[in-house]
């Protein structure tokens, strides 16, 4: 059974970096693309990007510049999201990518993330 | 960008009733999109990929159709505990969210 945990700071300082971790159990990282999504408060959803174990990634167009998933380890990957504002408070999943349909499919419970002096 | 939109926005229905969401793509996708479904505190949860395949330990009530632009979910006979709301995604480009469709209940 893949299980997936976020871990990080709950609280970010407008202008400063958002950093998060996710742990990955039940799966090896070199089997599927690793993702990052979010969630704003009442809010749809809003996907960030993915890094492959090739060291490969894609990201939404609209974060490109502030945004970097990668590989930490065997079985943790990483985002880092700079410059962050207000509009970036959400609750932040990491999930598995899998192909050729893309469908996320197994899911870390989320994080939530605020942004605020 | 492929910009995808769900309808209704919101609907209210009662126990046993049919429900039919419909997602739209702005451009063709083949059938590369998926259904999911969140509840209120929840990570979303895959029903439906490749527009028609039921993941594995999904009901059968839930059934997915469509291609191209335009896409349905289905809920045959609808559960107390599939009142929730239901987003679709398009794995063709960047993997886009639609906005959602909250299903409560009448």
């Known amino acids: 059974q893949v299980q997936l945990q976020e871990s990080g700071p709950g609280l970010v300082k407008p202008s400063e970096t958002l950093s998060l971790t996710c742990t990955v159990s039940g799966a090896s990282i070199s089997t599927y693309y690793w993702s990052w999504i979010r969630q704003a408060p009442g809010k749809g959803l809003e996907s960030i990007g993915y890094?492959?174990?090739?060291?490969?990634t894609n990201y939404n167009p609209s974060l490109k510049s502030r945004v970097t998933i990668s590989l930490e380890s065997q079985n943790q990957f990483s985002l880092r999201l700079t410059s962050v504002t207000a509009a970036d408070t959400a609750v932040y999943y990491c999930?598995?990518?899998?192909?050729?349909?893309?469908?996320?499919?197994?899911w870390g419970q989320g994080t939530l993330v605020t942004v605020s002096s | 960008d492929i910009q995808m939109t769900q309808s209704p926005s919101s609907l209210s229905a009662s126990v046993g009733d049919r429900v039919t969401i419909t997602c739209r793509a702005s451009q063709s996708i083949g059938n590369y999109l998926n259904w999911y479904q969140q509840k209120p505190g929840k990570a979303p949860k895959l029903l439906i990929y490749?527009?028609?395949s039921l993941q594995s330990g999904v009901p059968s009530r839930f059934s997915g159709s469509g291609s191209g632009t335009d896409f349905t979910l289905t809920i045959s006979s609808l559960q107390p505990e599939d009142f929730a709301t239901y987003y679709c995604?398009?794995?063709?480009?960047?993997?886009?969210f639609g906005p959602g469709t909250k299903v409560d209940i009448k």
């Open positions: 999930a598995t990518l899998i192909g050729p349909y893309d469908k996320f499919d197994y």
């Open positions: 995604q398009q794995g063709y480009s960047t993997q886009g």
């Open positions: 490749a527009a028609s």
């Open positions: 890094v492959h174990y090739s060291g490969s």
